[in-house]
């Protein structure tokens, strides 16, 4: 009997499960996706001259009318073939093996070819299922021979038990992801080329994403239009005997106390200083908390980022190698389901540990959210008896992941902790003082994981009597302003999601990175702000999309995928429904404006003047990059036209949103309001004398203003600095990705960043193109760049092709004499260790620092060689001590 084969989608997977397989097993990794739809620029069908002359012939004899819809129909036609679907013929796709899993097919075939059977066990969700069908086409062979294993945990048990009842795939599974893909493949390569055509270049939409950046403009939109009103509360320090305490004024003459300025304050102050404080009531009363549900992925990222204060990737990320390791069950789950055995193990481990008085009498079961899949477990320790402690192979930060989600499911089947809470109510006058305190009585589930520390902490009261007069020590008012609804953080904005339905729980970790690699929101302080240009793209796509936009419709449609990967709707038929609505409104918004089209990027034309053409106005304008000044010549015929644009610097003191509650609130308070919509307007500094404040709404209102006087620009207090390239001055600018300088020479483009510290970054090397170096994943040759690392090789037609990496000492002597003086050092470093192998470039974020190192096989020998003093020296392995 010859041996099987089984296929995991990582190499850490298959490091875990092949120690619970015996001999007969072989176990491989395809590393992630082995194919997908073409990668976006689709290669080019040659055609020869004469097909390309008999077209052109015939493309002559058209009518215009006949001649512009043959046009845009070979325009439509060449998009599905950059799509890899064509949605006109029954959604047929076209598959290709990824760049560089080349080597990895070959070798999974080669195994397959001599395998008596095949494995695939990928993992238990729609994309793994998928993984598993993409396995199975691109291996071939009879599909007797392929069989499907799933599991919740990579432990003994769970192995052994799947590979004891194997299954097929489940093609409503793969159906489900499938319809997921094309869908999200036809509004992005869809629409996308529409917003460049009408809004600007570079632009991109997604089905789902682009519902969750709507999310972060409408609160944007919220924030910016409230405006903070003044309040006070008053407080009272008072004692008794020994015992001190500290009151708050409730009410005044039966209302809520809620002054709305200073000298109502005042007054009150003054009335109660005259009169004599009074307990008049005592009230203590039990209460208790029960513990939460154990972790679904949704809440392990909301968890994550306010305990932890990790990002929804870096959770996500963890959870898998935890998982992958065999520590923790499956993380993408929405079911809060536990199995018998992982509950018997769980109490027993509580009344072990902590005792009977520390169990709930009856198991605790938690109710599922609608939709949820029973099949699938919530998130738990593969054994309870594995503590953080125990880990091993795990980075600090995953160890502490693990902790948080062991600590949530033993608490969860512990007993609620209970309080005593007191409540003292005292009298003056017309105004009723109240102060309450907490006492914990029994920690109950607390022991195991203590609650996120909030400000009303246990506090104990002191044991004062009805119609005990206190003494008043001192009056404490303190101002407020009412605050807007908050910023979405992380954790805020996967629960929003979750709550309206939309995505699922394998996909609010993409949501959340693509909306701001994108640049249509953006992340300070750890909260969400929209970009201008996320909000121009939401109005556009609302306008003539809203069916994509709408909350319900798009909670609707992951619905739609549940009844597909149940196998209750034909995913087929749920394409063309939507296909066939949202051509439509395609073909209406291509349209010019004035038919109903799709609006272009307006501009808000001020009374401002070109300083170079001296004729014109500028107006503000909206890019990816930002907010600048451009000239209304623009649009002018080419003898008149006029190109000038002016940088504007984003003039705001911004304060941390997270500072406090009411941060928010003050910044509000800071910002000038539109003279027509009063909404919050934002700040840009023309130069040292001007500074421009445009509405928060605009283009959609034109509201502008601008302010003289004496600026000066945040983070930069040097001089004027001389472009390396040209000798020309450069100018602080500002971009996506922060504050930058950038020449005023109109022939030059160079840029320098402007680093934290607040000087400008070195001059960075020309890069050198080296078409005699074949990229190793991409068909394209390599340029030899200077940044931010130090020296590495990139693809030359970034960013159609993504490929890094560190260069060979050897490789850079071939372009030796093209080399900037400042990398002449690295040409005498040594192009072999001592034992053949070649050394290769790296940097040290450390030390600041290009060193050289060898490599066998992609792994470090140990050997690395550093240039101090004029020289290299070579530091050799280490040997191991037997």
Same mark, same amino acid.
């Given at each position: 009997m010859g041996k099987s084969l089984v296929i995991v989608e990582s190499p850490a997977k298959a490091k875990t499960i092949n120690k619970y397989l015996g001999k007969d097993f072989i176990v491989k990794s395809s590393v992630g996706h082995i194919r997908d739809l073409p990668t976006g620029g689709g290669s080019k069908t040659p055609v020869d001259a004469k097909e390309r002359a008999r077209q052109a012939a015939i493309t002559r004899k058209m009518a215009p009318e006949e001649k512009a819809k043959h046009k845009a129909e070979k325009a439509k036609q060449q998009l599905f073939k950059r799509m890899g679907i064509n949605p006109e013929k029954n959604w047929e796709a076209q598959y290709e093996t990824l760049p560089g899993k080349e080597k990895v097919v070959k070798e999974l075939k080669s195994y397959a070819e001599k395998a008596d059977h095949i494995f695939l066990a990928t993992d238990l969700d729609r994309e793994g299922e998928a993984i598993a069908w993409h396995l199975r086409e691109i291996i071939g062979g009879e599909d007797d021979k392929f069989q499907r294993v799933v599991f919740n945990e990579i432990t003994k048990k769970a192995i052994q038990a799947a590979f004891s009842k194997p299954s097929h795939l489940d093609m409503n599974y793969v159906n489900a992801q499938q319809a997921r893909r094309f869908l999200d493949r036809v509004v992005g390569f869809m629409v996308s080329p529409l917003l460049w055509k009408k809004v600007s270049r570079g632009l991109s939409a997604g089905r789902v994403q682009s519902v969750a950046v709507k999310l972060i403009v409408e609160r944007e939109r919220e924030i910016r239009a409230f405006i903070p009103e003044e309040y006070w509360e008053l407080f009272a320090d008072v004692a008794a005997k020994k015992d001190a305490l500290r009151m708050q004024v409730t009410s005044k003459a039966g209302n809520k106390y809620r002054p709305t300025s200073e000298e109502v304050v005042n007054e009150d102050i003054k009335v109660i200083q005259a009169g004599d404080i009074e307990i008049v009531s005592r009230e203590d009363k039990p209460s208790k908390s029960k513990p939460s549900a154990p972790y679904i992925t949704s809440t392990l990222q909301q968890a994550s980022s306010t305990r932890l204060k990790y990002s929804v990737k870096?959770?996500?990320?963890?959870?898998?190698?935890?998982?992958?390791?065999?520590?923790?069950?499956?993380?993408?789950?929405?079911?809060?389901?536990?199995?018998?055995?992982?509950?018997?193990?769980?109490?027993?481990?509580?009344?072990?540990?902590?005792?009977?008085?520390?169990?709930?009498?009856?198991?605790?079961?938690?109710?599922?959210?609608?939709?949820?899949?029973?099949?699938?477990?919530?998130?738990?320790?593969?054994?309870?008896?594995?503590?953080?402690?125990?880990?091993?192979?795990?980075?600090?930060?995953?160890?502490?992941?693990?902790?948080?989600?062991?600590?949530?499911?033993?608490?969860?089947?512990?007993?609620?902790?209970?309080?005593?809470?007191?409540?003292?109510?005292?009298?003056?006058?017309?105004?009723?003082?109240?102060?309450?305190?907490?006492?914990?009585?029994?920690?109950?589930?607390?022991?195991?994981?203590?609650?996120?520390?909030?400000?009303?902490?246990?506090?104990?009261?002191?044991?004062?009597?009805?119609?005990?007069?206190?003494? $008043?020590? %001192?009056?404490?008012? !303190?101002?407020?302003?009412?605050? /807007? #609804?908050?910023?979405? =953080?992380?954790?805020? $904005?996967? %629960?929003?999601?979750? !709550?309206?339905?939309?995505?699922? /729980? #394998?996909?609010?970790? =993409?949501?959340?990175?693509?909306?701001?690699?994108?640049?249509?929101?953006?992340?300070?302080?750890?909260?969400?702000?929209?970009?201008?240009?996320?909000?121009?793209?939401?109005?556009?796509?609302?306008?003539?999309?809203?069916?994509?936009?709408?909350?319900?419709?798009?909670?609707?449609?992951?619905?739609?995928?549940?009844?597909?990967?149940?196998?209750?709707?034909?995913?087929?038929?749920?394409?063309?429904?939507?296909?066939?609505?949202?051509?439509?409104?395609?073909?209406?918004?291509?349209?010019?404006?004035?038919?109903?089209?799709?609006?272009?990027?307006?501009?808000?034309?001020?009374?401002?003047?070109?300083?170079?053409?001296?004729?014109?106005?500028?107006?503000?304008?909206?890019?990816?990059?930002?907010?600048?000044?451009?000239?209304?010549?623009?649009?002018?015929?080419?003898?008149?036209?006029?190109?000038?644009?002016?940088?504007?610097?984003?003039?705001?003191?911004?304060?941390?949103?997270?500072?406090?509650?009411?941060?928010?609130?003050?910044?509000?308070?800071?910002?000038?309001?539109?003279?027509?919509?009063?909404t919050a307007m934002d700040s840009f500094l023309i130069d040292e004398n001007r500074r421009l404040h445009v509405c928060g709404n605009s283009p959609n209102c034109d509201g502008y203003e601008i302010e003289e006087g004496s600026f000066k620009i945040k983070g930069y207090d040097g001089p004027v600095i001389e472009c390396d390239k040209c000798g020309a001055d450069m100018e602080l600018k500002t971009g996506r990705f922060g504050k930058y300088f950038g020449c005023t020479s109109e022939s030059c483009k160079n840029t320098r960043k402007l680093l934290r510290n607040g000087e400008p970054a070195p001059p960075k090397a020309d890069p050198i193109p080296m078409p005699h170096l074949q990229c190793q994943k991409v068909e394209d040759t390599y340029v030899l760049r200077d940044g931010a690392s130090g020296i590495f090789l990139a693809a030359s037609q970034f960013p159609k092709n993504r490929e890094t990496r560190a260069p060979l000492v050897e490789e850079l002597l071939s372009v030796k004499d093209k080399l900037d003086p400042k990398f002449e050092y690295l040409t005498k470093a040594p192009t072999e260790d001592s034992e053949g192998n070649k050394t290769v470039v790296r940097y040290s974020r450390k030390n600041k620092e290009q060193y050289v190192m060898s490599e066998k096989d992609g792994k470090s020998t140990g050997w690395t060689a550093h240039y101090n003093n004029g020289r290299w020296q070579v530091t050799e392995k280490k040997s191991k001590k037997k």
């Amino acid at each position: 009997m010859g041996k099987s084969l089984v296929i995991v989608e990582s190499p850490a997977k298959a490091k875990t499960i092949n120690k619970y397989l015996g001999k007969d097993f072989i176990v491989k990794s395809s590393v992630g996706h082995i194919r997908d739809l073409p990668t976006g620029g689709g290669s080019k069908t040659p055609v020869d001259a004469k097909e390309r002359a008999r077209q052109a012939a015939i493309t002559r004899k058209m009518a215009p009318e006949e001649k512009a819809k043959h046009k845009a129909e070979k325009a439509k036609q060449q998009l599905f073939k950059r799509m890899g679907i064509n949605p006109e013929k029954n959604w047929e796709a076209q598959y290709e093996t990824l760049p560089g899993k080349e080597k990895v097919v070959k070798e999974l075939k080669s195994y397959a070819e001599k395998a008596d059977h095949i494995f695939l066990a990928t993992d238990l969700d729609r994309e793994g299922e998928a993984i598993a069908w993409h396995l199975r086409e691109i291996i071939g062979g009879e599909d007797d021979k392929f069989q499907r294993v799933v599991f919740n945990e990579i432990t003994k048990k769970a192995i052994q038990a799947a590979f004891s009842k194997p299954s097929h795939l489940d093609m409503n599974y793969v159906n489900a992801q499938q319809a997921r893909r094309f869908l999200d493949r036809v509004v992005g390569f869809m629409v996308s080329p529409l917003l460049w055509k009408k809004v600007s270049r570079g632009l991109s939409a997604g089905r789902v994403q682009s519902v969750a950046v709507k999310l972060i403009v409408e609160r944007e939109r919220e924030i910016r239009a409230f405006i903070p009103e003044e309040y006070w509360e008053l407080f009272a320090d008072v004692a008794a005997k020994k015992d001190a305490l500290r009151m708050q004024v409730t009410s005044k003459a039966g209302n809520k106390y809620r002054p709305t300025s200073e000298e109502v304050v005042n007054e009150d102050i003054k009335v109660i200083q005259a009169g004599d404080i009074e307990i008049v009531s005592r009230e203590d009363k039990p209460s208790k908390s029960k513990p939460s549900a154990p972790y679904i992925t949704s809440t392990l990222q909301q968890a994550s980022s306010t305990r932890l204060k990790y990002s929804v990737k870096k959770t996500m990320m963890l959870a898998q190698r935890l998982y992958e390791a065999g520590y923790i069950t499956y993380m993408r789950t929405d079911s809060t389901f536990l199995s018998n055995d992982a509950l018997d193990s769980c109490r027993s481990h509580i009344e072990s540990t902590y005792g009977n008085d520390y169990l709930m009498p009856e198991v605790v079961k938690y109710a599922n959210k609608d939709g949820a899949q029973e099949a699938h477990e919530a998130i738990r320790p593969s054994n309870v008896e594995t503590e953080a402690k125990d880990l091993q192979g795990m980075e600090p930060d995953a160890v502490k992941l693990y902790d948080m989600i062991w600590r949530q499911f033993v608490a969860c089947q512990m007993t609620h902790a209970r309080y005593d809470v007191t409540t003292l109510t005292a009298k003056v006058d017309d105004y009723e003082l109240k102060a309450k305190g907490r006492v914990m009585r029994f920690d109950g589930w607390t022991k195991v994981q203590p609650p996120v520390k909030k400000n009303d902490d246990d506090i104990t009261l002191p044991d004062l009597k009805k119609g005990q007069v206190l003494d $008043l020590k %001192k009056l404490d008012p !303190k101002q407020h302003f009412t605050k /807007p #609804s908050p910023r979405y =953080s992380e954790a805020a $904005l996967v %629960k929003e999601l979750e !709550k309206r339905g939309i995505g699922r /729980p #394998s996909t609010y970790a =993409s949501i959340i990175s693509t909306i701001q690699d994108r640049g249509y929101v953006s992340m300070k302080n750890r909260r969400f702000y929209a970009e201008k240009m996320g909000e121009i793209v939401t109005d556009r796509l609302t306008d003539n999309f809203d069916n994509l936009l709408d909350y319900s419709f798009t909670a609707h449609m992951e619905d739609d995928l549940d009844e597909i990967a149940s196998g209750h709707k034909d995913w087929k038929q749920l394409l063309n429904e939507f296909y066939k609505d949202f051509e439509s409104r395609l073909e209406n918004a291509e349209k010019p404006v004035e038919d109903g089209g799709m609006k272009n990027n307006q501009a808000v034309e001020t009374d401002l003047t070109c300083p170079k053409c001296e004729k014109n106005h500028l107006a503000i304008r909206m890019a990816t990059t930002g907010v600048f000044l451009g000239c209304t010549g623009f649009s002018l015929p080419k003898d008149e036209q006029c190109k000038n644009t002016v940088n504007l610097i984003p003039g705001d003191e911004i304060e941390a949103v997270d500072k406090d509650e009411e941060a928010e609130s003050r910044n509000l308070r800071l910002k000038r309001r539109c003279p027509k919509c009063k909404t919050a307007m934002d700040s840009f500094l023309i130069d040292e004398n001007r500074r421009l404040h445009v509405c928060g709404n605009s283009p959609n209102c034109d509201g502008y203003e601008i302010e003289e006087g004496s600026f000066k620009i945040k983070g930069y207090d040097g001089p004027v600095i001389e472009c390396d390239k040209c000798g020309a001055d450069m100018e602080l600018k500002t971009g996506r990705f922060g504050k930058y300088f950038g020449c005023t020479s109109e022939s030059c483009k160079n840029t320098r960043k402007l680093l934290r510290n607040g000087e400008p970054a070195p001059p960075k090397a020309d890069p050198i193109p080296m078409p005699h170096l074949q990229c190793q994943k991409v068909e394209d040759t390599y340029v030899l760049r200077d940044g931010a690392s130090g020296i590495f090789l990139a693809a030359s037609q970034f960013p159609k092709n993504r490929e890094t990496r560190a260069p060979l000492v050897e490789e850079l002597l071939s372009v030796k004499d093209k080399l900037d003086p400042k990398f002449e050092y690295l040409t005498k470093a040594p192009t072999e260790d001592s034992e053949g192998n070649k050394t290769v470039v790296r940097y040290s974020r450390k030390n600041k620092e290009q060193y050289v190192m060898s490599e066998k096989d992609g792994k470090s020998t140990g050997w690395t060689a550093h240039y101090n003093n004029g020289r290299w020296q070579v530091t050799e392995k280490k040997s191991k001590k037997k």
